[in-house]
């Protein structure tokens, strides 16, 4: 059984950087695509970014790119997320997710962490 266990929220001032690590615990070939999504208060869930762990590919959605960065450590089951120049409005709770292909449908995504609240204070 594959745990997505996420590190690294918390309070940060807007213009301000964070970095949040996801950790597939019990994963062996699969999820092989490890991806980050939001849920801020009153909204849908929203996808940010995604990564092969196999190649290192990434995804991104449009509005964060160029601020945000997905990266992954194959060896350690790992996928990180840094976030930079951060705006009030990316306060949210920020899931980490495993699929065996790249989407940015939620509902492609079989295994999800407990989440990891991120407030931007203006």
């Known amino acids: 059984q594959v745990q997505l266990i996420e590190s690294g929220g918390g309070l940060v001032q807007a213009g301000g950087s964070l970095r949040l690590s996801c950790t597939a615990l019990g994963r062996t070939l699969s999820p092989y695509i490890m991806g980050w999504f939001r849920q801020a208060p009153g909204k849908e869930r929203e996808f940010v970014a995604a990564?092969?762990?196999?190649?290192?590919?990434?995804e991104y959605a449009n509005s964060e790119m160029g601020r945000f960065a997905i990266t992954e450590d194959n060896s350690k089951n790992t996928a990180y997320l840094q976030m930079t120049r951060l705006k009030p409005e990316d306060t949210a709770v920020y899931y980490c997710a495993g699929a065996d292909i790249f989407s940015q449908l939620s509902t492609e995504y079989s295994y999800w962490g407990r989440g990891t609240q991120i407030t931007v204070s203006s």
């Open positions: 990564i092969s762990l196999r190649s290192g590919a990434t």
